[in-house]
T-cell receptor, first 114, second 110 residues
């Protein structure tokens, strides 16, 4: 079974630039999560999708972050404009259905904002 | 909002010693999950606990869910160097929101 795919693995950008991350969840998984993990901290949920609908985006900084999951499969997370404090690993995870099932994480995208 | 805390933040043990990490939620949980993240890696699911007072074992790992469904623990017997990593609990509330704790980083000295 293929895992959760994310790209790119690494990204370095200057502050005020924009960046996009891509995630392809495990086939058949209805729930998709984007997490931000700052070094030394636990993953912080940014947004949760159920199919192509948003379930929870309460911690997404909507003035600069946006995410979409077209057709309920792949998802993209965008930051525009980036700030220094956005430097983190962005993890995508998927589960069969909601938080009653285990979440499978991708390798993550390490973002450095300089 | 829901908060999930873990103690200790760091634990250094000699190989063969036992290790325990504790997880506490500010709200009652529908279930709790535990994940392990190796240095440079991504979180990997270990187990899910659903029932009040539930105890589950995986080889040298023992997981407990408190009677009030607000706390949990992970105990590792006779640690090995392969146990190195950060252990996260993730509390799931009845609104189906996933909240990760800050993690306990385990170092095992050979």
């Amino acid at each position: 079974e293929a895992g959760v795919a994310q790209s790119p693995r690494y990204k370095i950008i200057e502050k005020r630039q924009s960046v996009a991350f891509w995630c392809n969840p495990i086939s058949g998984h209805a729930t998709l999560y984007w997490y931000q993990q700052i070094l030394g901290q636990g993953p912080k949920l940014l947004i949760q999708f159920q199919n192509n609908g948003v379930v929870d985006d309460s911690q997404l900084p909507k003035d600069r972050f946006s995410a979409e999951r077209l057709k309920g499969v792949d998802s993209t997370l965008k930051i525009q404009p980036a700030k220094l404090e956005d430097s983190a690993v962005y993890l995508c995870a998927s589960s069969l259905t909601g938080a009653v099932a285990e979440a499978f994480f991708g390798q993550g995208t390490r973002l450095t904002v300089v | 909002g829901q908060q999930v805390m873990q103690i200790p933040q760091y634990q250094h043990v000699q190989e063969g010693e036992d290790f325990t990490t504790y997880c506490n939620s500010s709200t009652t949980l529908s279930n709790i999950q535990w994940y392990k993240q190796r240095p440079g890696g991504h979180p990997v699911f270990l187990i899910q606990l659903v029932k009040s007072g539930e105890v589950k074992k995986q080889k040298r790992l023992t997981f407990q869910f408190g009677e009030a469904k607000k706390n949990s623990s992970l105990h590792i017997t006779a640690t090995q160097t392969t146990d190195v990593g950060t252990y996260f609990c993730a509390g799931v509330n009845y609104g189906q929101n996933f909240v990760f704790g800050p993690g306990t980083r385990l170092s095992v000295l050979p």
